[in-house]
């Protein structure tokens, strides 16, 4: 079976601090890809990276970096030098070849950057 | 704008009425799946189809439900008499290729059942 662990219920930073959401995944499945998406208050979830499990490497995009473990099975997702504007909730998410790539997301991470 | 959308966005209904919502994709997107997801909790699949076949059910999806994509472009999700248990935002999203590509998502529709 698959499942995503996202154990962070809430976390609250003051603007310009770093912040990891922390995911944790299972999957028996030797192909897999893993997603972080944003949900703001509007409500639309908005995509923020795919990752394939072929692929270890870890990225940074301007304040956001993610790194991926293996080992660890462990997708986290950073927040440099946090705004306001990064308070969402956060989703991970796995999508694997067993079952058609259907997408199981975590309960998400609320992040509240206060001012 | 050529983003998912999601009609109506908002609906109220009483316990025991027939719903419908409709979504409709991105162009040229041949999958489309929907969601749902209660406060709190991560988006739940309901079903998806490529193109106009539809390939998976979660058991989550009741007798109550039904989703039809007809012409390959947009799709409904039909509830039969609703329960205030349906009370949810329900997502559509949809992506292009065959295997995990990234899903967009719609700005959902919140359902009330009273």
């Known amino acids: 079976a698959q499942k995503v662990t996202q154990a962070q219920t809430e976390i609250s930073v003051v603007e310009k601090e770093d912040v990891t959401l922390d995911c944790v995944y299972e999957?028996?499945?030797?192909?897999?890809?893993l997603f972080w998406y944003k949900q703001p208050p509007s409500g639309e979830l908005v995509f923020l990276i795919r990752?394939?499990?072929?692929?270890?490497q870890n990225e940074i995009s301007g304040r956001y970096s993610w790194n991926f473990q293996k080992s660890t099975s462990s997708f986290n997702f950073t927040i440099t030098a946090s705004q306001v504007v990064d308070s969402a909730v956060y989703f991970c998410a796995l999508s694997g070849n067993t079952g058609g790539f259907k997408t199981i997301f975590g309960a998400g991470t609320r992040l509240f950057v206060k001012a | 704008d050529t983003g998912v959308s999601q009609n109506p966005r908002h609906k109220i209904t009483k316990r025991g009425q027939n719903v419908t919502f409709r979504c409709d994709p991105i162009s040229e997107h041949n999958r489309l799946y929907w969601y749902r997801q209660t406060l709190g909790q991560g988006p739940e699949f309901l079903t998806y189809?490529?193109?106009?076949?539809?390939?998976?059910k979660s058991r989550l999806l009741s007798d109550r439900f039904s989703a039809e994509r007809p012409k390959g472009s947009f799709s409904t999700l039909e509830i039969q008499r609703t329960e205030q248990g349906d009370s949810a935002m329900y997502l559509c999203?949809?992506?292009?290729?065959?295997?995990?590509?990234?899903?967009?998502f719609g700005p959902g529709t919140r359902l009330l059942v009273l």
């Open positions: 999957t028996r499945d030797t192909t897999y890809y």
């Open positions: 999203a949809s992506s292009l290729g065959t295997v995990a590509e990234t899903q967009y």
């Open positions: 990752r394939n499990s072929f692929d270890e």
């Open positions: 189809f490529q193109n106009e076949a539809q390939l998976e």
